[in-house]
């Protein structure tokens, strides 16, 4: 234990306080920062009480904003237990109780801010879907993120296959590849001749005539020449 002595003026190097007064000189009295410590933990509140203080609560059938940060879809986020929670995700567990693993918690009143345990019902992935769909929230035709964020879609050259081609599995790389580039030639030089038609060709590899027609055509195994 630290022992503090007025005539040494310096605090025992083996105490468990080491860390948070080390470099201070104490003059009979503890460290500002061993005060400042201590001031902050007793005015240290609780998540739930962290959490109501940026709701805004109002009747129980109206919507109960969220006022501190939202994500890009609109929903609120608050730092807790060391990561990020979803406001009304919070907001269920508080009111109502655990969350079963792998589920969602859905609004009725379609506001992703709204934190009233009264608008929130527990449901699956295909559960939230079909809500949305049935209530024409889900994005379809020109309202499809693809046509009004373009940018946000990788095509040509900044799709993944052309940025890391190293990372695709092709030919015998792939568990469930049947031929080997010697078959592939074999293949090719055998239809172009007319030795074999395609179908003839399928049952002699042991693969189908779609596949063997790709292969012909360089839809597939493109890296053999």
């Not at 080390?22 to 410590?37: C, D, F, H, N, Q």
């Not at 994500?71 to 609120?76: I, K, L, P, S």
């Not at 609004?107 to 345990?117: A, L, M, V, Y």
């Not at 078959?183 to 001749?193: D, G, L, M, P, Y």
Request: include cysteine; proline fraction near 4%.
């Amino acid at each position: 234990m630290r022992v503090l002595t007025q005539d040494s003026m310096t605090l025992n190097q083996n105490s468990s306080l080491a860390g948070a007064t080390s470099g201070y000189t104490v003059l009979g009295k503890p460290p500002a920062r061993l005060i400042l410590w201590s001031q902050t933990m007793a005015a240290k509140k609780t998540t739930e009480e962290r959490f109501w203080e940026k709701v805004a609560v109002r009747g129980a059938d109206e919507c109960w904003p969220w006022k501190g940060s939202h994500d890009m879809e609109g929903y609120g986020r608050m730092w807790a237990d060391r990561k990020t929670h979803k406001a009304h995700r919070l907001a269920y567990e508080l009111c109502v109780g655990p969350i079963p693993d792998d589920m969602c918690v859905c609004h009725t009143c379609d506001n992703p801010g709204c934190c009233n345990w009264h608008h929130l019902w527990i449901g699956t992935n295909a559960d939230n879907m079909q809500d949305k769909t049935v209530k024409g929230r889900a994005a379809s035709g020109v309202s499809h993120g693809r046509h009004t964020k373009p940018e946000r879609t990788a095509r040509g050259d900044r799709h993944g296959a052309r940025l890391h081609p190293e990372s695709l599995t092709r030919g015998t790389k792939c568990h469930s590849a049947v031929l080997t580039p010697d078959k592939v030639r074999a293949i090719r030089e055998s239809f172009a001749s007319g030795i074999a038609n395609q179908r003839e060709l399928g049952m002699l590899y042991g693969i189908n005539q779609s596949s063997i027609s790709k292969v012909i055509r360089g839809k597939s195994w493109k890296v053999v020449r």
